[in-house]
């Protein structure tokens, strides 16, 4: 009941819209979608969020990962399923006090269907820059546009 409780709040339903969990074996393809970021802490976001693309693969020992399109495998998130729920480590790099770190965070979500069309919905804190108060909560929603093509032998 929680969890159907918080996928609908996440999308903005009320109970009365129909919303079905899907497996979540059927993660691999590529994924569209725009992430929103809100901020926690004393900080705010500069610059916007740009949309994301993300070729997700499952490796023979059962590891999600996730490609971003444009960025290099640096960039590439790092999954699994833990009891019915999809869970990335991601990779994130931040200037605080004119440092520059490199960090990760954790994604945590589940891939429904709404209105027919499969979405991989993810949230998570991210804690850019934890000595100034920074955190900002991160979500993204992606729908499901296309199966992974496969690469000619």
């Known amino acids: 009941m929680i969890r159907t409780i918080l996928v609908l709040s996440l999308l903005g339903l009320s109970q009365a819209q129909e919303v079905s969990q899907v ?3 059927g993660a691999d393809g590529v994924w569209e979608g725009e992430p929103q ?3 926690l802490g004393q900080c705010v976001t500069a610059g916007t969020l740009k949309p994301l693309s ?12 996730g490609d971003i399109d444009g ?21 994130r790099q931040s200037t605080c006090e004119e440092k520059e770190q490199r960090y990760s965070i954790t994604l945590e979500g589940s891939i429904i269907e709404k209105a027919g069309m499969k979405q991989l919905m993810l ?12 955190r900002f909560q991160y979500n993204v929603t992606l729908t499901w546009k296309r199966a992974i093509e496969a690469k000619p032998k």
């Not at 993300?54 to 990962?65: E, R």
């Not at 640096?74 to 869970?87: H, K, L, P, S, Y």
């Open 71 to 91: 960025f290099s495998t640096d960039a590439r998130w790092r999954g699994r399923i833990v009891d019915q729920r999809i869970v990335f480590q991601v990779p």
């Open 123 to 134: 949230s998570g804190v991210d804690e850019p820059c934890s000595q100034m108060r920074c």
């Open 37 to 39: 970021q809100v901020s």
């Open 23 to 25: 497996k979540t074996t």
């Open 54 to 65: 993300v070729t997700i693969s499952i490796a023979n020992d059962g590891t999600l990962i």
